[in-house]
Each structure stands twice: as structure tokens, then as C-alpha cells.
């Protein structure tokens, strides 16, 4: 396998994973997700309204990012907004001290900054396509 396929299947399977995080909170109801949210962080030192406002664009965050490395459109943009919201969450977590879920964000993270370090790897992407045709 050459490295451009390999940068494909790992940008693919985290853009298959961050965009099926937020498909499935939206088609379970972003209320109830926000509620949820609220529920678990009501005794920190977060905001209430904070906390259920990201809650309410999480999941659009997460369908959109998903959709945009999956495909390869905009690729180093997503990558960064996919890594801002995974320094939120992990702000989040830690606060409520919550380190087995942290550590899991940080797998996400790593994967993140994999992509950006390997992005002229990025073959195989809408990116590439759009750069190639000719107006």
C-alpha cells in the first residue's frame, strides 16, 4: 500500500466517525442531546447556557467536518475546526475529570495532527480534483 492510499483510508475512517457522531445525535433529537449535556455538567464549573449551546451546534460541527474529510473538500480547514472542537471537549472532560474519556480524545487528536503532518499525502481527495480542473 503507498502512502497516498494509506493517508485516504485514515482520513476517510475519522471523517466516517467524526460525520456518524453528529448524524446520529441529530436524527436522536439535538434536545435531547442538549440535555444530556446539561445534566452531566451541571455540577462544574461550566456555564449552563454555554454548555447547552455547544450542545445544540456539536452535532452539526461534527456532520459537517465528518462530511468534509471524508470527501477530501477543504481538508487542512476541517482538520483544524475538527482538532478546535476536540481541545473543547477535552477542556470539557477534564474539568469534570472525566480522564478515560480525555484519553480517548487524545487518540482522536493524534489522528488529527497525523492527518495535517501527512497532508501533501492527501492524493485522493475532492481537493486534489478541484485543483486539477481547468476553468
Known amino acids: 500500500m503507498n502512502t497516498e492510499t494509506a493517508y485516504l483510508i485514515i482520513r476517510m475512517a475519522l471523517g466516517l466517525n467524526i460525520f456518524l457522531h453528529g448524524f446520529v445525535r441529530i436524527k436522536a433529537g439535538r434536545q435531547n442531546f442538549k440535555a444530556a449535556l446539561e445534566d452531566e455538567f451541571a455540577n462544574t464549573v461550566l456555564n449552563k447556557k454555554f454548555v447547552g449551546l455547544f450542545a445544540l451546534c456539536l452535532p452539526f460541527i461534527e456532520y459537517v467536518t465528518g462530511l468534509l474529510l471524508f470527501s477530501g473538500l477543504l481538508t487542512q480547514p476541517a482538520i483544524i475546526l475538527g482538532s478546535l472542537v476536540m481541545l473543547v471537549l477535552i477542556t470539557g472532560k477534564s474539568i469534570k475529570g ?18 495535517e503532518i501527512l497532508l501533501r499525502f492527501n492524493f485522493f481527495s475532492a481537493d486534489r480534483f478541484i485543483a486539477q480542473v481547468q476553468f
Open 98 to 115: 472525566d480522564w478515560q474519556t480525555v484519553t480517548f480524545q487524545m487518540i482522536y487528536i493524534a489522528f488529527y495532527a497525523l492527518l
